[in-house]
């Protein structure tokens, strides 16, 4: 995917373009998990669409839940989906922060005389 650390540093232009992309991959993983997080809190928990949809970005950017739950699946749900929520973090992070990190550590390995 990257280039190999024998190879030259890409041009900025190139550089701009692959961290668009990572970054339109990590926003489409996030609206996809945005989306599970809001039907589950409307289902399950009975919450109205607003109040889903406020539960699970609080959820899913860390802050926490907003709206007391009753009963045991939408408990059950609402456990799930911040564990869930914990692993869609790392993942689009990881995404959206790779080509920066790449280029960092590429240009500590290109030789001086390229």
Request: hydrophobic content about 55%.
């Amino acid at each position: 995917m990257f280039e190999s650390r024998r190879q030259k540093l890409i041009p900025r232009a190139r550089f701009i373009r692959r961290l668009v992309k990572s970054l339109a991959v990590a926003f489409l993983i996030l609206s996809m998990a945005l989306v599970i997080g809001v039907v589950g809190y409307h289902y399950l928990a009975g919450l109205p669409w607003i109040d889903a949809l406020l539960n699970a970005s609080m959820i899913l950017t860390g802050m926490g839940p907003v709206d007391p739950l009753r009963g045991n699946g939408a408990k059950l749900f609402a456990t799930a989906y911040a564990l869930f929520s914990g692993l869609v973090f790392i993942t689009t992070m990881t995404i959206a922060l790779a080509p920066v990190f790449h280029r960092v550590l590429h240009k500590f390995h290109v030789d001086e005389k390229d």
